[in-house]
């Protein structure tokens, strides 16, 4: 059974640095997509960054310039890096990975941005 245990939230304050990380239970090459979405509280679940097999990443406009996802294949890990941080980052943050046409998800790390 696929499993993806994120780690890494934590209280940051504004502007300050972040790196979220996500372990697959396989090797993430099985994955033609891994990433991270986010929910904040009564808003719905978005996508933040995507990363590809071959490395393609795609980024929700809200964190481009400040956030990058990376991956090491050895590892079986993806990050995501966040820089400047702003208090609308706060959210649970979630890994997904997409294998066979089937989702899988990450049970979550809470990230709050606040002085």
């Known amino acids: 059974q696929v499993q993806l245990v994120e780690s890494g939230g934590a209280l940051v304050q504004p502007g300050g640095s972040l790196r979220l990380s996500c372990v697959a239970s396989?090797?993430?090459?099985?994955?033609?997509?891994m990433g991270w979405y986010r929910q904040a509280p009564g808003k719905k679940r978005e996508l933040v960054a995507i990363i590809t097999t071959t490395s393609g990443t795609n980024y929700a406009d809200s964190v481009k310039d400040r956030f990058t996802i990376s991956r090491d294949n050895a590892k079986n890990t993806v990050y995501l890096q966040m820089n400047s941080v702003k208090p609308e980052d706060t959210a649970v943050y979630y890994c997904?990975?997409?294998?066979?046409?089937?989702?899988?998800w990450g049970q979550g790390t809470q990230v709050t941005v606040s002085s």
């Open positions: 396989e090797s993430i090459f099985n994955f033609y997509a």
């Open positions: 997904y990975g997409n294998k066979m046409r089937v989702n899988y």
